[in-house]
């Protein structure tokens, strides 16, 4: 099971960026998905998550109103749109599967993790 993630790179403040995170291997029809962050010298920390159907999601709070999470079932991937970009947005971003369909914070309870993509937000 490999979950790829994508889309990351070099913006300005003000920009927007759209990650992608494709699973291969198994379905995730069933299961949140979620996206988490980490910054040198920092906990990895969370971002978005939602539920299977998308029907549910939920934001921490520095990025709410600004990105959006969804999600293609069909495409078996997760989008994670980022705008109005910060440079304190800037960090290694990781899609995660949930082990069942809860949307949470809570790191333990997603067993899969992508291998992350970079976001540099210049000033």
């Known amino acids: 099971v490999q979950l790829q993630a994508s889309g990351g790179g070099l913006v300005q403040a003000g920009d927007s960026l759209r990650l992608s995170c494709t699973a291969s291997?198994?379905?995730?029809?069933?299961?949140?998905m979620g996206w988490f962050r980490q910054t040198p010298g920092k906990e990895r920390e969370f971002v978005a998550a939602?539920?299977?159907?998308?029907?549910?999601?939920y934001y921490a709070d520095s990025v709410k109103g600004r990105f959006t999470i969804s999600r293609d079932n069909a495409k078996n991937t997760v989008y994670l749109q980022m705008n109005s970009l910060k440079p304190e947005d800037t960090a290694v971003y990781y899609c995660?599967?949930?082990?069942?369909?809860?949307?949470?914070?809570?790191?333990?309870?997603?067993?899969?993790w992508g291998q992350g993509t970079l976001v540099t937000v210049s000033s």
């Open positions: 291997g198994r379905r995730f029809n069933n299961n949140a």
């Open positions: 939602i539920n299977w159907n998308g029907g549910s999601t």
């Open positions: 995660a599967a949930a082990f069942g369909n809860a949307v949470t914070t809570y790191q333990n309870y997603y067993a899969s």
